[in-house]
């Protein structure tokens, strides 16, 4: 981690819409990476491509009992995600955006679009899209993951396989038939905007969240698992194409020039396969225990974070090692010390933990997505800081001024008034270290009365706190949430990276 001094390039206004120089970068001024400034992964929502394209009332979706049901929306961009009601999973493709700004100021020094033709986003899935940033001897790159394959408007891609065959249980399969798969693929952007992909068979029947390129030259993953029955295929247990294939994986980089290039065998492995045995007596479902967000790589360990759902323990877990695939399924998983050690069926999710960041060795920063109990979104939800006491981490305090609570209200456009939105907590991070303070940049968890709370317009937002406080008293309390991308209909802010490029 390279600590700098805190400088600002100001442009005459303080939030990302308003200082935008393009909307992507043309073929005649290439997209560059620019030193200290911070990377954004963004989309937005199109219905003119693609199956969305005319969707209407009546069209065929998937379901799991029937095979396929009637869509109850169309196309329209507030009302087509009540389609979740018809189609447990319903989710649309789009087009991938990543803006390189300054990170106080939110000037924008460029923007490129992801070739849609290789990568898409699955729209309203939240969790998708985080960045990292890394750094090998090609140069400094932007990693994440994207589906290869399906491009923009198509439907529930999200919950499809990832190569053909994986999980005959799958709904999505019942509707679209078994060739309706796409390989989750690892994206690498260097510092000169070119793109490199290295597709997988992991996460199939849901997504992958997050990759880096750790130190050793190896890919890091995470993701979820299974859309259909798995925990009971052939009547055996698990199926390990879906119970083998999610978690923290192991990736062994591939980086061709498209991302069709076939999936070599045996290219990637699962850390700790079986953990989802380890807590308690009974295991929940398969592939569910280990649905992992948020990643990092800090002191030559791996940390991976598990805040959804009620499945597993919602918590902060490392392997103090970096896996080979080769020995991937022999490492092991553990809770980090200090963070929550029960499981979520039992507490109802007091913690909905989501990324992480080491600010240094003893200090590390949480986001808290609130969407768990009362005493979540009351006590943790926002950006949690966390020390290390005697090899225990320890919750100092949850920044929260200026963030829970804020409604966005007046949310309009082309398809009409979208339902007002409240920022109720965060989900990825970064940050930088500028001597004794930190400063740390989040985009924003919300709620809303929309079908589908991932489709909702939310922001990056931007804060400084002292790094060697404990306590918030003093002027840590006057410490608030700022921000740097405002809410924008039909457009969804997913990861944030730092670029420090020397």
Not at 94 to 117: K, R
Request: proline share 5%; glycine share 10%.
């Amino acid at each position: 981690m390279r600590v700098r001094s805190k400088q600002a390039l100001s442009c005459g206004c303080g939030m990302l819409a308003l200082c935008t120089l393009s909307t992507v970068a043309r073929a005649d001024k290439p997209f560059l990476l620019i030193p200290n400034s911070l990377v954004i992964s963004s989309s937005r929502y199109d219905r003119t491509q693609g199956a969305l394209a005319s969707l209407a009332v009546g069209s065929t979706l998937p379901n799991t009992d029937t095979a396929t049901t009637a869509a109850i929306a169309s196309n329209n961009y507030v009302d087509v995600w009540n389609n979740d009601n018809a189609d447990g999973s319903f989710g649309l493709t789009s087009a991938i955006e990543l803006t390189d700004v300054e990170p106080h100021s939110g000037f924008v020094f460029g923007a490129t679009q992801v070739p849609a033709d290789q990568v898409v986003t699955s729209f309203s899935s939240k969790s998708e899209l985080a960045l990292h940033f890394s750094k090998d001897w090609r140069g400094p790159h932007i990693v994440f993951v994207g589906y290869a394959g399906a491009g923009v408007g198509a439907i529930d891609v999200s919950a499809s396989d990832a190569v053909p065959g994986q999980d005959p249980t799958n709904p999505v399969t019942f509707a679209f038939g078994n060739s309706y798969a796409f390989a989750r693929t690892i994206v690498s952007m260097d510092f000169l905007g070119r793109f490199s992909y290295t597709p997988t068979i992991d996460y199939g029947g849901d997504n992958g969240r997050a990759a880096l390129l750790g130190l050793d030259g190896l890919y890091y993953a995470v993701g979820n698992s299974n859309n259909g029955n798995a925990a009971t295929f052939a009547g055996n247990g698990t199926n390990p194409n879906v119970t083998e294939t999610t978690g923290l994986e192991v990736v062994t980089p591939i980086d061709a020039a498209t991302s069709s290039v076939a999936i070599p065998a045996g290219n990637s492995a699962e850390v700790d396969p079986l953990l989802q045995f380890t807590f308690g007596t009974k295991p929940d479902k398969a592939g569910k225990d280990d649905n992992f967000r948020g990643l990092t790589e800090f002191g030559g360990a791996v940390y991976v974070i598990k805040g959804s759902g009620s499945n597993g323990i919602d918590t902060v877990y490392t392997v103090g090692s970096l896996p080979t695939v080769s020995d991937a399924a022999s490492e092991t998983l553990s809770i980090v010390p200090g963070f929550p050690t029960d499981p979520a069926k039992e507490t109802g999710a007091n913690f909905t933990p989501f990324a992480i960041f080491f600010a240094n060795p003893t200090t590390v920063y949480v986001t808290d997505e609130g969407t768990g109990n009362s005493l979540d979104a009351s006590s943790h939800a926002g950006l949690e800081k966390w020390s290390l006491v005697d090899g225990v981490w320890q919750l100092d305090y949850v920044l929260m001024a200026g963030l829970i609570g804020v409604v966005d209200s007046s949310l309009t456009g082309v398809d009409g008034p979208y339902p007002a939105v409240t920022t109720i907590g965060l989900r990825n991070l970064t940050g930088v270290v500028e001597g004794d303070h930190v400063t740390l940049w989040a985009t924003t968890s919300t709620s809303s009365a929309s079908g589908d709370n991932g489709a909702d317009p939310n922001k990056v937002v931007e804060i400084t706190d002292r790094l060697d406080a404990t306590t918030l008293t003093g002027d840590v309390a006057a410490e608030s949430f700022q921000v740097l991308a405002p809410a924008t209909y039909g457009k969804v802010y997913r990861g944030v990276a730092f670029a420090d490029l020397f």
